[in-house]
């Protein structure tokens, strides 16, 4: 993947939350209990929420400038987890093990291009999207292990 600009990766990006709403969103359609389609809704509305931060910093140097980053932690659950594909009547520690897959590819993607590049303000774009998925990541896994501390009870 070669991108030409900071606003070429940021294009790139928001088209890929833009995706992931959509993925969320049909999900929420298909979901036949209200607690999956809350669940899916919330998961499309981090995802917009993406899309805004990424829209606001596009053409916006002092936007990236002035991004702070904070140490996000990792939980590690979903690299033990292999990928899989949503199907109708999915039980919900399945459907988290999808979402979080989806985020640690994200992540993955983005860290990858980050060392891919030379370029300063580049590099700081891609680790703004680390930081951004890498938050949903953790919130996703956190979610899970909530869920299966709840099952033990």
């Known amino acids: 993947m070669e991108f030409g600009s900071v606003d070429e990766i940021l294009n790139f990006a928001i088209d ?3 995706e992931a709403v ?7 359609k ?5 607690s999956l389609k809350e669940t ?4 499309a509305k ?5 899309v805004i931060l990424l829209s606001n910093i596009a053409g916006n140097k002092e936007k990236i400038d002035s991004y ?11 690299d033990y987890m292999v990928e899989i594909e949503y199907k109708e009547g999915m039980p919900m520690p399945e459907i988290l093990k999808l ?5 640690e590819k994200a992540v993955k993607l983005y860290s990858t291009l980050a060392d891919k590049t030379d370029n300063e303000d580049v590099k700081k774009v891609f680790m703004i999207l680390v930081q951004e998925e890498s938050k949903h990541k953790l919130a996703l896994e956190s979610i899970y292990d909530d869920y299966l501390a ?3 009870n």
């Open 16 to 18: 890929r939350e833009k």
């Open 22 to 28: 959509d993925f969320y969103l049909s999900l929420a």
């Open 30 to 34: 298909e979901a036949t209990r209200a």
């Open 40 to 43: 899916f809704e919330r998961f």
């Open 46 to 50: 981090e995802e917009e929420n993406h």
């Open 68 to 78: 702070e980053f904070k140490k996000i932690a990792d939980l590690k659950i979903s």
């Open 99 to 103: 979402a979080m897959k989806r985020e």
């Open 150 to 152: 709840d099952q033990d």
